[in-house]
C-alpha cells in the first residue's frame, strides 16, 4: 500500500494542471513515456533491493558497489531530495486550503502541519505504518471511485466534452508543439518521485523477496490506471485550455461541469495526498540519515535508535531542516511552490542516475562472484543507458524552463559542495574540529 501511495501526490494532483497547459492533450503520452523510464529504474532499484532489503537502500547500494565516494554523494543527496519534497508537499497543502480559507497564512499552515507529522513520526514505525496505509488507500480509492464516476457522467449525465473527439489530430494533441511535451516531461518526472521510497520501506518489510517484486512490477499498472486514465477522465469532462494552473485539475474540472459536492471531496483527498507523502518523505528523509550517521558519513549520534527503533534524533534534525518551507512560505508565498519543486526536481534526477549507475556496479559484482538474481532487469545495460539518455535530457530541458534552470545550474555545485564535504571527511578535518570543541 506505501508502494502504491508513493506514486500519488503533488506532482498528480497539482503539478498535472501546470503540464496539461504546457502540452495539451498529449499529457496522456508523456505520462506514459516517463513511465517507461521510472519502470526502467524501479526494475534497477528491485533488482539490488530484493538481494539486500536495508533501509539505507539505494544510498547503501552505492556505498557497497561502487565506493565509499558514491555511498557519501548518494546518500546526502536523496536525504536532501526528501527533504525538498516535505517542503513541496506541505506548500502544496496549503494551495489545496485556498479553497476554503484564505485569511490563514501560507507559513502558519506550514508550521503547524510540520509539528504535528513531527510528532508522529516519533512515536512509532507502527503508527507511522497505520497512517500511511490510510492515507495511501484514501487516494486510491478516490481516484478509482473517480473514475468510475466520470464513465458514469459521460454516459449518463454530463454527456463527452464536445471537443474531445479533435484531441487527437496532431496539431491540438501537441498543442503547443515538440517543446511544450519536452517541458511538460519535466512535472511528470517530478510526479514520479517517491516511488522509489519502496525500497527504503523494505528495510522494515517481513517478506521482500516476495512484497517487493511485486510492488515494483506493479508501477506499470500505477501509472496507466493513477496517471494516463485520470487524465484521460478529466479531459472527457472539460475543455483542457479552460482549466486553470492554480488549482488541481481534479477540482477545477467538478467545478467547472457544477460539481460542487465532487470538487469538494476531491480537494480533500488532494490534501490527504500531500500529506500521505510528506509523511512518507519525512520517514524516509530520517531513516536515510540515520544510515548516513552509521556509516560514518553524518555525526554518530544521528544514528542512535529510540527503545522502539525510531531515530529520534534524524527525524527531529530533518523536521528542522524541513523549517526552511515555512520561511519560503513567508517570504514568498505564491512562488515557493514552483522555487521548491525545481530543486526538489533536480534531486530526484541525480538520485535516479546513481541508481541506474549503482545498478551496473552491481551487476559486474554479480558477475565475479556468481551470485544468483532473484528479481532481474531485462536488455541490460541499454535499458540502463536508455535511461540515463533521457535524464541528462530532461535536466537539458529544465535549463530552457525560465522558473527552472538556475535550479540546474546549482546542482553541479551542490555536488561539488557535497564533494568538498567528502574530502573533509577522509582526511579527518571535520571530526578534528568536533574533538576540539569538545576538549573547550
Known amino acids: 500500500m506505501i508502494a502504491l501511495g508513493g506514486a500519488i501526490g503533488t506532482g498528480l494532483f497539482f503539478g498535472s494542471a501546470k ?26 532499484l528491485g533488482e539490488m ?38 517542503m513541496v508537499e506541505l ?29 508522529i513520526n516519533l512515536m512509532s514505525v507502527r503508527l507511522f505504518g497505520e497512517f500511511e496505509f ?57 510526479s514520479f518521485g517517491g516511488t522509489e521510497f519502496v525500497s527504503i520501506a523494505a528495510g522494515n518489510a517481513e517478506n521482500p523477496d516476495k512484497t517487493i517484486p511485486s510492488a515494483i512490477n506493479g508501477v506499470v499498472v500505477r501509472i496507466l490506471l493513477f496517471y494516463v486514465f485520470t487524465m484521460i477522465a478529466i479531459m472527457m469532462l472539460y475543455p483542457y485550455e479552460q482549466l486553470s494552473g492554480d488549482i488541481s485539475p481534479f477540482v477545477d474540472v467538478f467545478l ?3 460539481l460542487s459536492s465532487a470538487a469538494l471531496v476531491m480537494n480533500i483527498v488532494a490534501i490527504t495526498a500531500a500529506l500521505s507523502s510528506f509523511n512518507s518523505s519525512l520517514f524516509s528523509a530520517s531513516r536515510l540519515l540515520a544510515n548516513l ?54 534531486s530526484i534526477l541525480v538520485t535516479w542516475f546513481i541508481i541506474l549507475i549503482t545498478q551496473m556496479y552491481f551487476r559486474k559484482r554479480q558477475v565475479l562472484k556468481k551470485f544468483p538474481i532473484k528479481f532481474r532487469l531485462r536488455f541490460f545495460p541499454y535499458t540502463n543507458i536508455f535511461a540515463c539518455i533521457i535524464l541528462f535530457l530532461v535536466l537539458g530541458i529544465m535549463t530552457q524552463m525560465e522558473d527552472m534552470k ?12 557535497l564533494s568538498f564535504c567528502y574530502i573533509l571527511k577522509k582526511t579527518n578535518i571535520i571530526n578534528t574540529i568536533i574533538d576540539d570543541k569538545k576538549d573547550e
Not at 102 to 117: E, G, M, Q, R
Not at 332 to 345: D, E, G, H, N
Not at 406 to 417: D, N
Open 406 to 417: 538556475t535550479s540546474v545550474y546549482i546542482t553541479p555545485l551542490w555536488i561539488l559542495a
Open 134 to 190: 490510510w492515507f495511501a488507500g484514501i487516494k486510491i480509492f478516490a481516484i478509482i471511485a473517480m473514475l468510475a464516476f466520470t464513465a458514469y457522467l459521460v454516459i449518463f449525465k454530463h454527456g463527452l466534452n464536445p471537443e474531445f473527439g479533435t484531441y487527437f489530430s496532431e496539431k491540438i494533441l501537441f498543442s503547443h508543439g515538440l517543446e511544450g511535451f519536452a517541458f511538460s516531461l519535466v512535472i511528470v518526472m517530478f
Open 49 to 86: 533491493t530484493v538481494h539486500r532489503p536495508n533501509t539505507g537502500a539505494y544510498t547503501q547500494y552505492a556505498h557497497a558497489y561502487i565506493g565509499p565516494y558514491a555511498g557519501f554523494i548518494s546518500g546526502w543527496n536523496a536525504w536532501f531530495e526528501y527533504t525538498v519534497v516535505c
Open 19 to 44: 503540464s496539461i497547459q504546457m502540452t495539451g492533450p498529449s499529457i496522456v503520452l508523456s505520462y506514459i513515456f516517463g513511465g517507461i523510464v521510472l519502470f526502467i529504474i524501479m526494475k534497477a
Open 293 to 346: 550517521a552509521e556509516n560514518g558519513n553524518a555525526p554518530k549520534r544521528l544514528s542512535t535508535l529510540s527503545k522502539n527503533g525510531i531515530p529520534k534524533r534524524s527525524v527531529i534534525f530533518t523536521s528542522l531542516c524541513v523549517m526552511v518551507a515555512v520561511i519560503v512560505n513567508f517570504i514568498f508565498p505564491q512562488k515557493a511552490i514552483m522555487y521548491l519543486l525545481t530543486v526538489a526536481t533536480c
Open 256 to 258: 467547472k461541469v457544477g
Open 91 to 119: 506548500t502544496a497543502i496549503t494551495f489545496f486550503l485556498d479553497l476554503w480559507v484564505t485569511s490563514v497564512p501560507h507559513w502558519l499552515i506550514c508550521l503547524v502541519l510540520l509539528l504535528i507529522f513531527a510528532a
